[in-house]
């Protein structure tokens, strides 16, 4: 028999909510308090919506809540209604806050460099947490993602693509210099995305090639706590057959693993990739020393 979906409790379901609202409040913060005072835009539908702003006199919030509705309705047939909800939550608390905010104190003026780091930094903490819980403050991403699946083009592509549009609008409000300060704090926002929505402990996947596999392994287990596959490779030029390790281990652990490679074989063959997510065995059960 097929197994039935397990109910999400009520009060997960409420605390994933708050926590969407909060992202959503940081996020408002980000650019009533930052970004909008030193005239820098965010990217997406929220950039768009302060042009708007600027341009008609408007309320911000109004336009983030109008202009994302189409994105909202493609939200739900595209990803799902879960998604749909939080993300409805989210804009509407988006809206909400930066009108509540729109009087707040600029925390910094006049640093280009340091309103784009900070501002870019607190938008980009809010939109990863509410994205975390399951819900979006922008309808750009998932624009991206329809496309993406009807083109030969990478999603992060696309959303690089279509802001390149918002920025080019962004600049007949703030100018060159405005627009090119708002790619800048996006930029930035979507890194803090990325390390919000990971964590700060994400995943690497180290493959060595090593004349000294034994040790190899036995030292990677005693000093972090990790296990490692060993398998037979071929060299394509040399036909020599070499062994070849695999291990997975958090950012944290990095530069102790490139210790012990240093240490044991510094002529190993290393290649290091990012892993988007772990699942299964003991990963998360181990005891570093």
Known sequence: MPKTQQKVPVWKMLVRGALVILGAFIAAYGLESVLIPNQVSDGGVTGLSIVGSQLFGLPLGLLIAILNIPFVIL???????DFAIYSVLGIASLAISTSLMHRV???IEGDTLLITV???IILGLGMGIALRNGGALDGIDMLAVLISRKMPFGTSDLILFLNVFVFAIVSTVFGLQGAFLSAIAYYIATKVIDIVEEGLSGSKKYTIITSEPEEMVETIRERLGRSATVSTVQGGFSNEQMKEI???INRLEDSKIKEIILEIDPTA???VYEVAEVRGGNFGKRKAH
């Open 75 to 81: 939200g739900y047939k595209q990803i799902g209604k």
């Open 105 to 107: 104190p600029t925390i």
């Open 118 to 120: 900070v501002g870019g």
């Open 246 to 248: 695999t291990c997975i």
């Open 269 to 271: 063959f290393v290649a």
